[in-house]
T-cell receptor, first 115, second 111 residues
């Protein structure tokens, strides 16, 4: 148990629709990252939020957006869904620090299927 | 983005054998993490490394932070069937804002 939860576990949408995925961080972790993992590949970094601000972004278009709330929980929003957006979406909570404190723990993921 | 190369891509071993896998990068990293992922689930953190040359163990698992800071190694001793899964390395980039993931090593343990 990592203490990171995600909802929903599975979701089916059609092309062009919008989707919101949710994540609750591990207690004490003020940083949340979102990843997209296509079948057979490693997780790809979408973006990271720290104290409710985006402070890092991977190579994803603006239709991928996010929010972080004062309790450090987070949302990932994807607009105008495309077939290639079908993937496992992973949330990871982190407490950045110096030395041996910087670790990242993943939630169980949300499986998104776009038809 | 930065690409981490993991090798081997897949391994088929007999139960009881030892396993070695590695991860290399063209860039220097300050933190290396090793994860195991089962199908349809999120990656589970196995070992974290923070200093060049550091060697850290977690039960039958041992990982090392390469001295060049561009590579890391994971060893599993006396493999058992529950070791089956995909192992990923992840390195923390210079900005400290992004972990880059490797391509994964798929491990199959034959009883």
């Amino acid at each position: 148990e990592t203490g990171v939860t995600q909802s929903p576990t599975h979701l089916i949408k059609t092309r062009g629709q919008q989707v919101t995925l949710r994540c609750s961080s591990q207690s004490g972790h003020n940083t949340v990252s979102w990843y997209q993992q296509a079948l057979g590949q490693g997780p790809q970094f979408i973006f990271q939020y720290y104290r409710e601000e985006e402070n890092g972004r991977g190579n994803f278009p603006p239709r991928f957006s996010g929010l972080q709330f004062p309790n450090y929980s987070s949302e990932l929003n994807v607009n105008a869904l495309e077939l290639d957006d079908s993937a496992l979406y992973l949330c990871a909570s982190r407490r950045p620090g110096q030395g041996s404190t910087d670790t990242q723990y993943f939630g169980p993921g949300t499986r998104l299927t776009v038809l | 983005g930065q690409q981490l190369n993991q090798s081997p891509q897949s391994m088929f071993i007999q139960e009881g054998e030892d396993v070695s896998m590695n991860c290399t990068s063209s860039s220097i990293f300050n933190t290396w993490l090793w994860y195991k992922q089962d199908p349809g689930e999120g990656p589970v953190l196995l070992i974290a490394l923070y200093k060049a040359g550091e060697l850290t163990s977690n039960g039958r698992l041992t990982a090392q932070f390469g001295t060049t800071r561009k590579d890391s190694f994971l060893n599993i001793s006396a493999s058992i069937p529950s070791d089956v899964g995909i192992y990923f390395c992840a390195g923390l980039g210079d900005t400290g804002n992004q972990f880059y993931f490797g391509t994964g090593t798929s491990l199959t343990v034959i009883p």
